[in-house]
């Protein structure tokens, strides 16, 4: 009886007698489980999904990442181990926790094996826990050269901070080790730019031959899409822009300050601020003198982001000055952490939450509040996208060869995603990108728009 209604309920969702949310508590009500009604969701029938153009959304390895690569659960030629690194604790406990779920996911999906190998993956932490879990040049090098020493590993999906990628990258391309991130947004760890420090990016791949990519866009097209929403959709001619004076916050910081003097507006200031400081009243009083129609913020959660814009909000009300940060405060912690001053804040993204994702993406995000009890980080997604580069590689080569893993990886072409499809440049970047704009409304980041850079 159950398996005939619940059929029906299928067929209602698929026809669009119901939604998707009715679907899923009147099945809950049959005593369906949650998984099996993730897997259950048919397509929706609306143009932006992606499962309209005859795709489906059901999360299995077919639909997924490349067409055509052959997927073998066998796993008699022996183990081959995984491994990430980001930070896992303080203010990043959920980032990290969250993405190394999603990679568990992945995996789980690929039934623990892929191109004839058993897989085993562990979860490292490049963070320290006694400075909010911020990340750790010499644990990040510890943990890339651990990582390299282990012959039964193929690829590194590391890092979450564009600077802990520069202390691992130098040591991943020596060993010919593919280093794939799900979050890194720095444009001198791949791109050439006026903006890199002297050498960059050739100075980090001291073998000539690149071994490193990332499944995000960098901050050379997120900066300017902030800094073009600031200018043309909030109105903004004056900003005020801080940073916290590491690679990705400065980097993004000077994205949006060079579009949105291009445009047409008038930079009051461009400093970094300190990250230990207990408080920053004197700062903050010599922002608000300057009058600015918005403060920008480049920074990371971990370096007293939160606070920064507590003492902001004491003296300049949302009304009087918008506020706007990049991905590196694309968190519940950031949001938890500067309470009711955080109310109205917009937060760029190089992608989209999980709030705002459809089709296979929708389920990946069902799934995951399943498993997580909360709403998944937005790198999360990434963190999936880029397990799954991984794990079809593996079964596109059958061996556990590193050079040929790294080749078919920097090869990936037309990937379907979950939030677009796209393929790697000779950059290792990808050749498409989704940003977006975020507004923390009631204490929760909520999807805004999409944005882009000025055409």
């Not at 791949?190 to 866009?217: F, H, I, Q």
Request: charge should be negative; proline fraction near 5%.
């Amino acid at each position: 009886m159950v398996d005939s209604r619940f059929a029906t309920l299928v067929d209602q969702m698929r026809t669009g007698a119901i939604d998707r949310r009715t679907f899923l508590v009147r099945g809950a009500a049959l005593g369906i489980s949650a998984g099996a009604l993730m897997r259950a969701i048919p397509a929706m029938a609306q143009d932006a999904s992606p499962a309209a153009a005859g795709g489906s959304a059901e999360l299995v390895p077919e639909n997924l990442g490349v067409a055509g690569i052959e997927h073998s659960t066998d796993t008699s030629k022996g183990t081959i181990n995984l491994y990430s690194s980001w930070p896992m604790t303080g203010a990043s406990e959920q980032i990290g926790g969250d993405s190394a779920e999603s990679i568990r996911l992945a995996i789980e999906l690929w039934g623990g094996a892929a191109g004839g190998f058993a897989l085993n993956y562990e979860a490292l932490d490049d963070g320290v826990a006694a400075n909010q879990g911020s990340w750790d040049a010499a644990k990040e090098a510890e943990n890339a050269s651990m990582v390299v020493n282990d012959q039964d590993a193929v690829a590194y999906i590391a890092t979450y901070n564009s600077g802990a990628a520069e202390a691992a990258i130098p040591i991943t391309n020596e060993a010919g080790l593919a280093q794939i991130s799900p979050a890194n947004t720095a444009v001198q760890l791949t791109k050439e730019s006026p903006a890199n420090p002297e050498g960059y990016p050739d100075v980090l791949y001291p073998t000539g031959k690149r071994n490193y990519m990332r499944v995000v866009p960098a901050d050379d097209l997120q900066g300017s899409a902030g800094a073009n929403f600031a200018f043309n959709t909030l109105g903004a001619q004056t900003a005020y822009i801080l940073h916290d004076q590491q690679t990705y916050g400065r980097g993004v910081a000077e994205s949006f300050q060079a579009t949105f003097v291009e445009l047409g507006g008038e930079i009051l200031g461009f400093e970094g601020f300190d990250p230990n400081a207990p408080e920053y009243q004197a700062l903050m009083t010599k922002i608000a003198s300057t009058g600015p129609q918005l403060l920008y913020l480049g920074a990371i959660v971990n370096l007293n982001a939160s606070k920064l814009l507590q003492d902001f909000r004491g003296l300049l009300s949302p009304e009087e000055t918008a506020f706007m940060g990049p991905d590196g405060l694309m968190n519940q912690a950031f949001v938890d952490g500067a309470g009711d001053a955080a109310e109205g804040a917009y937060i760029t993204f190089g992608g989209l939450p999980a709030n705002a994702l459809e089709g296979p993406g929708a389920v990946w995000a069902e799934t995951m509040r399943e498993r997580l009890g909360h709403e998944p980080d937005a790198y999360a997604a990434y963190c999936f996208e880029a397990a799954v580069v991984v794990l079809q590689a593996i079964d596109a080569v059958g061996e556990k060869d590193r050079a040929k893993i790294l080749e078919t990886m920097f090869n990936t072409t037309d990937f379907r995603g979950l939030t677009n499809t796209w393929s790697f440049t000779e950059t290792g970047d990808p050749d498409t990108a989704t940003l977006s704009v975020n507004v923390v409304k009631d204490g929760e980041i909520t999807f805004g728009e999409t944005i882009a850079p000025p055409e």
